[in-house]
Nanobody, 130 residues
Framework: QVQLVESGGGLVQAGGSLRLSCAAS????????MGWFRQAPGKEREFVEA????????YYADSVKGRFTISRDNARNMVFLQMNSLKSEDTAVYYC???????????????????????WGQGTQVTVSS
């Protein structure tokens, strides 16, 4: 199994920035990709960005294009989400998730689908005040 722990959430004013971190442990050698999702109160969990573990391919939602950037540190088994120009509608719990190598084809077919991911963190709250 893979354990994921997010950090870096908090309260920020609109237009500000935050950087989320996700630390992976356990069977990290089996990871194929990692991603970020978010869930606002009363809404479904939605895809934000994802990145493959062994090449620079990234995937993102149109709602965060040009504002959020995903990156990874393979040596430390960490993935980051740099969030700039934050808006009130970005307020949500942000979740880190990972894909195992054996499920890589499922991920490549639909990198933005919740069901394409195998492991999830507990989430970190991001609140953007207007």
């Amino acid at each position: 199994q893979v354990q994921l722990v997010e950090s870096g959430g908090g309260l920020v004013q609109a237009g500000g920035s935050l950087r989320l971190s996700c630390a992976a442990s356990g069977r990290t050698f089996s990871m194929y990709a990692m991603g970020w999702f978010r869930q606002a109160p009363g809404k479904e969990r939605e895809f934000v960005e994802a990145i493959r573990w062994s090449n620079p391919s990234t995937y993102y939602a149109d709602s965060v294009k040009g504002r959020f950037t995903i990156s990874r540190d393979n040596a430390r088994n960490m993935v980051f989400l740099q969030m700039n120009s934050l808006k009130s509608e970005d307020t949500a719990v942000y979740y880190c998730a990972s894909v195992s190598t054996e499920n890589s084809s499922r991920f490549r077919g639909s990198p933005g689908r919740v069901g394409s991911y195998d492991y999830w963190g507990q989430g970190t709250q991001v609140t953007v005040s207007s």
